[in-house]
C-alpha cells in the first residue's frame, strides 16, 4: 500500500510542476496545511479520496492523472 501512496504522490508533484505551482500555493488552494502536502507528495501519508478529489479539482485535472 506504500507503493501507491508513493506513486500518487509523485504524479501529484509532476502536475503540480506542470502547472508552475508552488507546495505553499497548492496548500492554500487545497486548504490543507504546506507540512501536509509535502508528506503526501513523499508518500509518507494515506489521504482519503475526499483529498484527492479535492486535489485535483485545484490542479484542473481528472482525478485518474493523479491515481497509480
Known amino acids: 500500500m506504500k507503493d ?3 506513486q500518487f504522490g509523485l504524479k501529484l508533484r509532476q502536475k503540480r510542476k506542470e502547472l508552475g ?3 505553499d ?4 488552494l487545497a486548504e ?3 507540512s501536509y502536502t ?3 507528495e513523499r508518500g509518507e501519508v494515506n489521504i482519503t479520496l475526499e483529498k484527492a478529489y479535492q486535489l485535483a ?5 481528472d482525478i485518474r492523472q493523479l491515481l497509480p
Open 4 to 6: 501507491l501512496a508513493i
Open 38 to 40: 509535502g508528506r503526501i
Open 25 to 28: 500555493k497548492l496548500a492554500l
Open 57 to 61: 479539482e485545484v490542479l484542473d485535472c
Open 32 to 34: 490543507i496545511d504546506r
Open 21 to 23: 505551482i508552488s507546495q
